[in-house]
């Protein structure tokens, strides 16, 4: 059975940090590339960072320098490091494995002002 589990999201000032988590309970090529995508109320769901089987990363402009993608392999885990908050990253935070279209149930970030 596959499960993405999420955690490591809460409320920070603005200029801080938090990691997210992401426990993949999945196996083979499921596990090819994964991605966190986040959500802000009353917008559209939005691809943050993906990481591959290779380590290779992408992210998307809007957290470049900020954030940083890595994996467990060993513990089937992906992190999120997000350094230097804004206001506007505050969001429901999602992860995906891309191949096979799963997603985790998410885990909120708040930053305030």
């Known amino acids: 059975q596959v499960r993405l589990v999420e955690s490591g999201g809460g409320s920070v000032q603005a200029g801080g940090s938090l990691r997210l988590s992401c426990a993949a309970s999945i196996y083979g090529y499921c596990r090819n590339v994964m991605s966190w995508y986040r959500q802000a109320p009353t917008k559209e769901r939005e691809f943050v960072s993906s990481?591959?089987?290779?380590?290779?990363?992408r992210y998307a402009d809007s957290v470049k320098g900020r954030f940083t993608i890595s994996q467990d392999n060993a513990k089937r885990t992906v992190y999120l490091q997000m350094n230097s908050l804004k206001p506007d990253d505050t969001a429901m935070y999602y992860c995906?494995?891309?191949?096979?279209?799963?997603w985790g149930q998410g885990t909120q970030v708040t930053v305030s002002s």
């Open positions: 995906k494995t891309e191949a096979c279209d799963y």
């Open positions: 990481i591959n089987r290779d380590g290779n990363t």
